[in-house]
């Protein structure tokens, strides 16, 4: 900008702000990847194939310098303990019930005809049940979804209708109070044929669980999860003693004095934790 006054000539620069590269999720990550961003600059994060984004999918750069919204997470599937369904068809090893719940799309599980078949799955600990999604072969459908609890009450996740259905995810989010402390699932069919069910994943929180911290570290950034806050520098910069946060109870995180300093010489210091970059 340029002014003019009195037959003086004045220059006035201003410096736009600026983002830092931003927080990121463990098991993702954000593009377009800048040294640095200015202004209204948009990012949007990705998880991995089985993971599934937990909060905003994009941020941008406000004229504060810093990024709108919190760091996103990326959930991963439960772990289930125990694989069950209402009876098998032949050859059994083929169509069992641990086949929907292998990481295995190409292989199914199948029951035999007949009434009130069903699939079923309990996880390892019980937790609020935020989504599921069912991979199925190519053909006709008719299931309904249901949570198990403890004390024996089911409630419905949703249903699913198809005389045609291509092969494919179906994805069901589970309704808030009723998906609290679950611990398991059972797929029901809807008619007499048999149940296939190539995958089941189940997308579990269990406590404690916390939100992005917001914490601001020169030459730094956080790797989150809902659990862990972890600690990335810059290259030529090293870790601090501290450089992990935990979440301790719902939202509260044990505060830790987490920074990055400058490596002048090798030490042994704390070097970032390999393929951590986004």
């Not at 200015?38 to 406000?62: L, P």
């Not at 029901?188 to 189940?202: G, Q, W, Y």
């Not at 992005?212 to 870790?239: M, S, W």
């Amino acid at each position: 900008i340029i002014i003019c006054f009195a037959g003086f000539i004045a220059s006035l620069t201003i410096v736009a702000p600026e983002c830092n590269p931003p927080d990121f999720p463990a098991g993702g990550g954000y593009g377009p990847i800048q040294e640095y961003y200015v202004v209204g600059d948009v990012i949007y994060y990705y998880c991995e194939t089985t993971s599934y984004i937990g909060g905003n999918f994009f941020r941008r750069c406000e004229d504060d310098g810093d990024w709108i919204g919190d760091t996103p997470v990326c959930d991963f599937p439960a772990e289930m303990s125990f694989t069950n369904q209402s009876s098998t068809e032949e050859p059994k090893e083929e169509n069992e019930a641990l086949l929907a719940s292998d990481g295995d799309q190409t292989t199914c599980s199948s029951t035999t005809p007949g009434r009130d078949s069903y699939w079923m799955g309990m996880f390892q600990e019980p937790g609020e049940l935020i989504r599921i999604m069912i991979f199925t072969p190519h053909g006709e459908i008719a299931y309904k979804v249901l949570l198990l609890k403890s004390n024996g009450i089911t409630h419905n996740c949703g249903s699913e209708r198809d005389s045609n259905s291509p092969i494919g995810w179906k994805i069901h989010n589970c309704p808030s109070p009723e998906n609290r402390n679950t611990i398991g699932i059972q797929i029901k069919s809807l008619s007499s044929k048999p149940l296939h069910i190539c995958e089941v994943r189940a997308y579990l929180l269990t406590t404690p669980t916390c939100v992005d911290p917001h914490l601001h570290i020169n030459y730094g950034r956080i790797q989150l999860t809902r659990k862990t806050a972890e600690l990335v520098c810059e290259k030529g910069f090293i870790r601090s003693p501290d450089e992990l946060m935990t979440c301790i109870r719902g939202n509260v995180w044990n505060e830790k004095n987490l920074y990055c300093q400058e490596q002048l010489y090798d030490l042994g210091e704390k070097e970032n934790p390999p393929d951590n970059e986004p």
